[in-house]
């Protein structure tokens, strides 16, 4: 990071209050960064009338990345709109075990590369009569290619042997099949090794065996619930970060949602969130702060203290405590 980075900060509803100060704590002992504060979500939905105020979304399209909480039922109101804003393109979202918490399956160490703007989010529905509803699946070769570059660099810069991309191109042949070919033929261009699979099929392998996979490429629905699913065997939505990553921009923002049922204890574990500003932080290219942010959040995973998803009696703020005195000086 050569000159001061702006980084707009949304916590959005429920927990994003409390997990949002949590990554911002440790964000300020690593880094020099400039926040402007912005608010989305329902609560500002019922005070001003709109969840994305014209403001909050000049504020992620100008800053060089965005920090975002959770929003609650205006969520596709706020976070398709935001994505749109810093084009972003692929949703990268990491799932892996940490020794000290438990998982269904400790050897889960993966990463999904999620399609992050078309196939059947990209909002095409139609009510045709009282019986009959539609859906349109968008499925673009510039937004595949996209994805595949993005993949192709993704594996080599971080020392993968290459990617398999999940998809379901003997039912979906004219859209999944477009999407396949399109990331075979860019794969095959860069010299990146790719496997194939049936997205169903890959649910069943991922349960029983996923240390068989490393990097998954997949179509926007497929990575969504694919990526829930991984979040499931490595402990829970309260380990898993993930990046929105547009051409220029980023939005870094934790796989789960607001938290309804909890929000307001000062119990959720903020550890999504700060490991997605680890992520933010790499975007910004302090990867030494990335990795300092890694190794503290994952000492504390291993020694606590911990919230009580992870078994714990811990506050969110003592988590964000625990790990910002783990962190080397700065
Ligand atoms: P969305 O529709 O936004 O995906 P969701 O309905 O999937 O939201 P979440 O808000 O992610 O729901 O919550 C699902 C469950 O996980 C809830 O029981 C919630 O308390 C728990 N949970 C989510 N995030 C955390 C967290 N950071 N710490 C502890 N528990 C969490
Ligand atoms: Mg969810």
């Known amino acids: ?79 398709l709109p935001l994505r749109d804003a810093v084009d972003s393109f692929v949703n990268v979202r990491p799932a892996r075990t940490y020794p000290g918490v438990d998982a269904v399956q400790p050897e889960t160490d993966l990463v999904i590369l999620r399609e992050n703007t078309e196939g059947v989010y990209a909002g095409v529905e139609n009510r045709l009569t009282e ?109 898993l970060p993930s990046a929105n990553i547009g051409s220029e921009r980023g939005i870094f923002e934790p796989v789960h949602g607001c938290a309804p049922d909890i929000a307001g204890e000062g119990i959720a574990n903020p550890s999504a969130t700060i490991l997605s500003a680890a992520m933010l932080l790499e975007f910004l290219g302090a990867d030494g702060a990335a990795r300092d942010v890694r190794a503290a959040v994952e000492a504390t995973l291993a020694d606590g203290p911990r919230t009580p998803d992870l078994g714990g009696t811990a506050t969110t703020d003592a988590v964000a405590e625990a790990v910002v005195d783990r962190l080397p000086e700065h």
């Not at 989305?40 to 100008?62: F, I, Y």
């Not at 959770?70 to 596709?76: C, H, L, N, P, V």
């Not at 595949?144 to 999940?166: I, K, M, P, Q, W």
């Not at 699979?197 to 998954?216: E, K, N, R, S």
């Open 1 to 79: 990071m050569s000159e001061t980075a702006t980084v707009a900060v949304v916590p959005g509803d429920g927990i994003g209050h409390e997990v949002v100060p949590a990554a911002l704590e440790v964000l300020d002992a690593v880094a020099d960064i400039e926040f402007v504060h912005a608010e989305a979500g329902d609560a500002v939905a019922e005070q001003r009338g709109t969840p994305l105020p014209e403001g909050t979304l000049e504020a992620v399209s100008e800053a060089d990345a965005t920090l975002f909480g959770a929003t609650g039922e205006t969520s596709a109101d706020v976070i």
């Open 131 to 239: 019986d009959v509803s539609t859906l349109t699946r968008l499925v673009t070769q510039s937004a595949s290619r996209r994805l595949a570059e993005f993949a192709c660099d993704y594996v080599e810069s971080n020392g993968h042997d290459g990617f398999t991309v999940a998809h379901k191109n003997n039912v979906m042949r004219v859209t999944d099949g477009l999407f396949v070919d399109t990331v075979r033929e860019e794969a095959a261009a860069r010299g990146v090794d790719v496997d194939e699979a049936y997205m169903d099929a890959m649910a069943t392998h991922l349960a029983m065996d996923p240390a068989g996979y490393d990097v998954i490429v997949c179509p926007n629905l497929a990575g969504d619930v694919l990526s829930d699913l991984a979040a499931g065997l490595v402990g829970g939505l309260g380990l």
